[in-house]
């Protein structure tokens, strides 16, 4: 079995038990997983609702996919905005590139909240070109971008 070297998982606490569910419990709203998609489900509805939240793990709090992960945010889609536009139409697309922009603040609120004191940096990143087609490619994409009233992302090309 391969060492598990992720840096998040070495700062959870290891001694912390399972507790299994022993008796029915009564709960507004019940969270299946303790990833980063359940934890922050939780915060957003117990910090702006009144509701009761219980958040049901089968293993270990972050144990999953989000103790593996590379710790990196980027605000952008794999697909290029045109083929979602082709599949989904233009509206779809603008609103998801919108809530996509605003996922930052949602990271900052819960960076905010918490009080972390854990490094949390914002980077511009640079974006190479091989070929005269993903120079191509990129500019259908800020063109819908524009259409859609977004300011593009700052691109330093190279
Ligand atoms: C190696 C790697 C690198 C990555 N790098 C990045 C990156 O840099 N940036 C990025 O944005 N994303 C990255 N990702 C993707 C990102 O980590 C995941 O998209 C994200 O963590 C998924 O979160 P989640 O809460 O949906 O799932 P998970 O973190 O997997 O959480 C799901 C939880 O649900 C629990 N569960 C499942 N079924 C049940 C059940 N029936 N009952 C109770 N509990 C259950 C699991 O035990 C688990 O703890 C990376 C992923 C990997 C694997």
């Known amino acids: ?6 840096p998040w998982i070495h ?21 299946i997983g303790a990833g980063i998609a359940g934890i922050s ?3 957003f509805i117990l910090k702006y609702t009144k509701h009761r939240v219980t958040i049901f793990e089968q293993g270990k709090l972050a144990h999953g996919a ?10 952008r889609f794999e697909r290029p905005l045109y083929d979602l536009v082709d599949e989904f139409g233009f509206k779809k697309t603008k609103n998801a ?8 603040a949602l990271l900052d609120e819960m960076y905010t ?13 640079f974006r190479g070109f091989s070929d005269l087609n993903q120079v191509l490619e ?5 063109e819908i971008e524009h ?5 593009p992302n700052k691109m330093q090309i190279r």
């Open 138 to 142: 990129i500019l259908k994409d800020l």
């Open 66 to 75: 989000t103790g593996h992960n590379a710790g990196q945010a980027i605000a």
């Open 41 to 43: 489900t939780a915060f």
């Open 113 to 125: 909240d918490a009080n972390l004191n854990i490094l949390f940096s914002r980077v511009s990143g």
């Open 1 to 6: 079995m391969k060492i598990n070297k992720s």
């Open 147 to 151: 259409m859609a009233g977004l300011t």
């Open 11 to 31: 700062q959870l606490d290891h001694t912390r038990k399972p507790v299994p569910l022993g008796t029915d419990l009564d709960t507004d709203i019940a969270i």
């Open 97 to 104: 590139i919108h809530d996509l922009r605003s996922t930052w």
